[in-house]
């Protein structure tokens, strides 16, 4: 297992392997990036699973965070699992700075974590195939399924104090496509249900 400091492409391959045991079926593009700040893993997908779900797989892998208060990177030392999932394991924070990250350390969440560093961001994109005729869908279930205002056209149409037309384009993004129908993403995102 590698111990010490994981270069960016070492945590792309650690992610890559992660996203093909958590979501199998789905194809995603795992990139690196390095420019002047330091480096990045991209990973893109269409359709396939729900971005938050996605995220709490690669997001722990993150050796790098930003404290906007004080517009200020600072690093992140990161558990690896046996599993080949990550965890969050330290940081210095940014209060010694004047920021508001608060230094943190946590146990080692299993006998065989290895502590390592890493100085990448990780980013995650998804793309959404035929997204008219998703957010029309979706837009349909809300006017179905909710009280709306019909007076102005449906473009300024709203649900509470959202426009339909936001709330059905994050209905659409939140859906995986595994999902039958739109009830699970019409419950977190027009209900705010937990799901």
């Known amino acids: 297992m590698i111990t010490g400091t994981l270069d960016t492409a070492d945590v792309a391959k650690l992610i890559r392997k992660r996203l093909g045991v958590r979501f199998p079926l789905a194809r995603f593009n795992v990139h690196t990036k390095r420019f002047a700040g330091g480096s990045e ?16 797989e ?43 990250v608060r230094e943190q350390v946590t146990d080692a969440p299993h006998p065989n974590a290895v502590l390592v560093k890493t100085s990448c961001w990780v980013n995650c994109s998804r793309d959404i ?19 709306i205002d019909s007076a102005p056209p449906m473009n300024y149409a709203k649900f509470g104090n959202q426009y339909v037309s936001n709330l ?20 977190r995102i027009v209900r705010r249900e937990e799901v």
């Open 41 to 56: 893993v991209s990973i893109r997908w269409t359709d396939g699973p729900r971005g938050k779900d996605v995220e709490a």
């Open 58 to 100: 690669v997001k722990p892998f993150e050796g790098k965070g930003f404290d906007g208060s004080i517009d200020l990177a600072y690093s992140n030392e990161i558990w690896l699992l046996p599993d080949g999932s990550a965890q969050f394991a330290a940081t210095r924070g940014t209060e010694g700075s004047g920021g508001t």
């Open 129 to 147: 195939s035929e997204m008219d005729r998703k957010e029309g869908e979706a837009t349909a279930y809300i006017v179905e399924h909710c009280n």
């Open 168 to 187: 059905a384009r994050n209905m659409v993004y939140d859906r995986a496509s595994t999902d039958a129908d739109w009830v699970p993403a019409f419950r």
